[in-house]
């Protein structure tokens, strides 16, 4: 990993899901924004007891079979998984912004409709 802090490893993190659950999930979403579906599912996971139930809630929750995400990245923030769980309990609207920003920064990342940029 590069030499990022925490932050930055769980929005990169949660920029490759928010990719995944808009190309599956997102875009079939009437009447509600898929950001806030997507940071309230977020939050909703990070009150489970540590990083490997969050992905298993946070996947479940957005509607997704599985999570692509780098390996080496999950390896990470496992390793720093008290820490990871609080600021996802803490700061999970700036945390998901963060990753949207980030998101489109990835190799093919997709702005959802109602982005003006």
């Known amino acids: 990993m590069r030499g990022e802090g ?20 997102g875009k079939k979403i009437r009447g509600r924004n898929p950001l806030d579906v997507f940071q309230h599912r977020v939050k909703v996971a990070a009150y489970m007891p540590n990083f490997p139930r969050f992905m298993e809630k946070l996947a479940h929750g957005l509607g997704l079979q599985s999570l692509s995400v780098p390996g080496d990245l999950v390896l990470e923030l496992k390793k720093n998984e008290a820490r990871v769980m609080e600021l996802l309990r803490e700061e999970s609207v700036y945390l998901v912004v963060y990753a949207y920003n980030l998101s489109r920064q990835l190799k093919g990342g997709e702005k959802h409709e109602n982005s003006k940029n």
């Open 6 to 25: 925490l932050e930055e490893k769980i929005a990169l993190f949660l920029a490759y899901v928010w990719r995944q659950f808009y190309a599956v999930v």
